[in-house]
């Protein structure tokens, strides 16, 4: 088989139990998880403000959804850093990039 990238040697690396995937349980996929919320919670305010009363109703479910998830996020977040604060230990996964 041909290939124009030179290939390297991997290194096994062994995962440990409490090491964080990124994009998926990180510290900083959580914050962006809770901004990008906050940013949806906000459209749909602004779209009830505007809207007409039948799609008030749809416009309510939406936010209140919106507020649980928040609520939520916020938990998992404040749990994950107190966690790290007190035990020092931060683990991330290093990925590794398919292209530089």
């Known amino acids: 088989m041909f ?19 990124p994009n998926f349980d990180s510290l900083g996929t959580l914050i962006d998880r809770l901004i990008v919320e906050n940013v949806k ?11 007409a ?19 939520n996020l916020k938990e998992k977040l404040t749990d994950m850093m107190v966690k790290i604060w007190h035990t020092g230990d931060y683990s ?6 398919t292209f530089k």
């Open 41 to 51: 919670k906000s459209i749909f305010e602004v779209r009830l403000s505007e809207s």
């Open 92 to 97: 991330v996964i290093t990925e590794c990039r």
């Open 3 to 21: 290939s124009f990238f030179k290939k390297k040697k991997v290194q096994e690396v062994k995962m440990r139990e409490f090491d964080r995937v």
């Open 53 to 71: 009363y039948g799609e008030k109703c749809k416009l309510e479910k939406k936010i209140h959804l919106q507020e649980m998830m928040i609520k």
